[in-house]
């Protein structure tokens, strides 16, 4: 346990002689919340844990970022929604924020921050370059939803079950649509959309702005290779982050992809899934008479 600096979020700990002595009857819970006082002038000081995630302004104040207990883990990695929130927040152009953990089709997890904002229109771009100057690259949401207002409960807290999933809209740079162009453009648009559960991508979307990561990215290099029959390198694949750009350069490098149409990839891939099935069978088969 030690201070942290100006700007550095982490827990708030509260002390003095209004912290009282413990839970009545719950030894195992004053135990957790109440800890030592390891800055105490005298003896038996301790300290309560409140499980606030806070930082401190140069003003002197304390900024409030969420609760502790409502970190979410995204790839591996623990994210405070709380703190993208009010990072937001300070933008020009937003009003209100508010991010959650999305999983919209099984498997897909990704960051969704709903933005209301003070003028009509938002610029997805702007808000997203202002989060990567501010927040690591996994803390930055796949999604921005436009909201005229963040519905409450009864309570006065954001209902996170009124909020609507994001659709294709909502991923990307924002810009106007631009469809593949080319049978090699097309394949690769059709690799991002399975594997990121879109229902189009335009052609200078960049991977990672439409919810792609480190994880998927060697999804992707492995779809590659085994429907085009080409070895891309993963540093290839976050030298060129968009369908136009990898297309050029794969179509540069003298490689022949090797191209099918959606028909005889469904027909390879339902192959492929029959001998898995056989293989199976014949396992069980196997196992059954011996």
Known sequence: MRPLPVGLPGELFVGGPGVARGYLGRPDLTAERFVPHPFASSPGERLYRTGDRVRWLPSGSLEFLGRLDSQVKLRGFRIEPAEVSALLREHPSVLDAFTLLREDAPGLQRLVAYVVPREHEIDTAALRAFLRERLPEHMVPAAFVRLDALPLSSHGKVDSKALPAPDDTHVGSGQPYLEPQGQLERTLATLWTELLGLQRVGRNERFFDVGGNSMS???????????????????VLFQYPTIAGLAEHLSRTGDSPKLESSQERGEGRKERMDQQRELRLANRRKKGGS
């Open 217 to 235: 990215i060697i999804r992707l290099q492995a779809r590659v290779r085994t429907e085009l029959g080409l070895n891309v390198a993963l540093p």
